[in-house]
């Protein structure tokens, strides 16, 4: 067991000091692309700006015999282009009982590790896991001369991860977030399901049969069914435990590319949950998921209402008719806190969230 008083010091001599705290950078959406497929990597420069996160990814999207060719594609992609200061650029590196993952790290560290921000590591099952990465990633660092450690992000993508997600999320300062695997994990569970995310005709509640006049229940009578989410509970459980160790969670792929109606609930229940961000397979859903991962402006005005009508925080007040205290201000304080981050970076979104005395001010 490692003592508290060594978990920031560097793991190789010459690396990088771990950090503190993560970095509470715009994530909305990770924007998955293949860097073997030269389409794809002749659009990235004109994406720098226009979304959060670039991932190139190395994993299961791509044939074993593009894997050389997509890692050394990446490296290609991050030495021509400037991605600024709006837009990250990760990588999904393959798994580490694949024969990839070694030349994977050691060629992305050494040749573009002042580019990367983030690597996801696939299929993680353990704190163990993440030990590992940590430890060869301080040593390339120390290789490379980087002045900046390069963060970790987990997808939770099998039940003995999800039973030790609490250690994974602590495993290592390097730990940035999570990321929601459903489609494999629905497979490790043995789950009944082929949907990549989203719910389940199959998953529902039933609407309780009405009375007969003789007080039994009709139990022939038409009733009505509501659809539940298979991800309620996987989701709730990752959002904690990222809370409870200061990194961020994400909701992962939805695969039903056209259906943009529930792709976006999907994506706002995750939201809704606590999530702050989620990946885009197709860039049709880049839009999705800056919508629903950036608070309205309504949700943003009410916030401040209410920060205004609490004063010092303490106490409770009456708002439109509902009561206020200190606890629906630490919700509100969440809405205002990602909106002026948001808003940092986005003159759309800046306008957007702009109170009233300051437009008015400005007129």
Not at 74 to 97: C, M, P, S, Y
Not at 156 to 163: F, V
Not at 291 to 310: G, I, L, Q, T, Y
Request: proline residues 6%; hydrophobic residues 40%.
């Amino acid at each position: 067991m490692r003592s508290a008083k060594d978990f920031f010091t560097p793991l190789a001599v010459g690396a990088p000091a771990p950090i503190r705290e993560v970095p509470a950078r715009p994530s909305r959406m990770i924007h998955f692309f293949d860097p073997s497929n030269p389409k794809m990597a002749a659009k990235v420069p004109d994406m720098v700006g226009t979304v959060d996160v670039l991932l190139g990814n190395l994993e299961d999207a791509v044939k074993a015999d593009n894997k050389e060719a997509a890692r050394q594609g990446l490296v290609d992609i991050a030495k021509a282009t400037d991605f600024g200061e709006h837009t990250q650029l990760w990588t999904r590196i393959n798994a580490l009982d694949s024969p990839w993952v070694l030349d994977d790290l050691i060629t992305l560290v050494t040749e573009i590790g002042d580019k990367l921000d983030v690597i996801m590591v696939p299929k993680v099952q353990g704190p163990e896991d993440i030990h590992y990465v940590d430890r060869i990633l301080a040593q390339l660092e120390a290789r490379a001369g980087l002045t900046r450690p390069i963060l970790v992000h987990a997808i939770l993508e099998t039940a003995r991860g999800m039973a030790n997600v609490e250690e994974i999320c602590g495993a290592s300062p390097r730990m940035q977030g999570i990321s929601l695997g459903p489609a494999d994990l629905a497979a490790d569970r043995r789950m009944k399901t082929t949907r990549v995310g989203g719910g389940h005709p199959g998953y529902l509640v039933r609407q309780d049969p009405p009375r007969l006049a003789d007080g039994t229940n009709d139990i022939t009578a038409e009733r009505a069914t509501y659809q539940q989410d298979l991800w309620h509970y996987t989701i709730a459980r990752m959002v904690d435990a990222c809370a409870m160790h200061g990194i961020f969670p994400y909701y992962g792929p939805f695969g039903d590319i056209k259906d943009v109606v529930a792709c976006e609930d999907q994506f706002r229940n995750a939201f809704l949950l606590g999530c702050v961000g989620t990946w885009s397979l197709h860039p049709v859903q880049i839009d999705i998921a800056k919508r629903v991962f950036s608070p309205s402006a309504a949700d943003v005005a009410h916030a401040r209402r209410v920060k205004e009508a609490m004063g010092d925080g303490t106490g409770a007040v009456m708002l439109d008719g509902k009561m206020e205290d200190d606890a629906s201000l630490k919700q509100c304080l969440v809405i205002l806190e990602l909106a002026d981050r948001l808003s940092a970076n986005d003159p759309e979104l800046a306008e957007l969230y702009r109170d009233d005395t300051e437009q008015e001010a400005q007129r």
